[in-house]
């Protein structure tokens, strides 16, 4: 079992930036790797993703305004997301592959006010 809690969501300005951070209960390193997620009314898409040999990948919408990083113990992933649109409100989920298999953090909301 992999425990994650997300924090940093909520209101901003379009333009404006947040953090946030997933607390994960085991490293990035003894796993595949972790990422965040996000869902707006329909399926849920991959934001961005770091792999325990630090390999990243970003979904097209926000590459160049978001930005994935760890933690040197490996135990905390954030997201840094800066020049925040209106179509980036929506609930953002950690992620976490552990042995082919995926664990979720509770979700934390970001609105976007345009």
């Known amino acids: 079992q992999v425990q994650l809690v997300e924090s940093g969501g909520g209101l901003v300005q379009a333009g404006g930036s947040l953090r946030l951070s997933c607390a994960s209960s085991?490293?990035?390193?003894?796993?595949?790797?972790m990422g965040w997620y996000r869902q707006a009314p329909g399926r849920r898409e991959l934001v961005a993703r770091i792999?325990?040999?630090?390999?990243?990948d970003y979904d097209d919408s926000v590459k160049g305004r978001f930005t994935i990083s760890r933690d040197g113990a490996g135990v905390t992933v954030s997201l840094q997301m800066n020049t925040l649109k209106s179509d980036d409100t929506a609930v953002y989920y950690c992620?976490?592959?552990?042995?082919?298999?995926?664990?979720w953090g509770q979700g934390t909301q970001v609105t976007v006010s345009s």
């Open positions: 792999t325990s040999r630090g390999s990243i």
């Open positions: 085991k490293s990035i390193f003894s796993m595949e790797h």
């Open positions: 992620n976490a592959r552990n042995r082919g298999r995926d664990f």
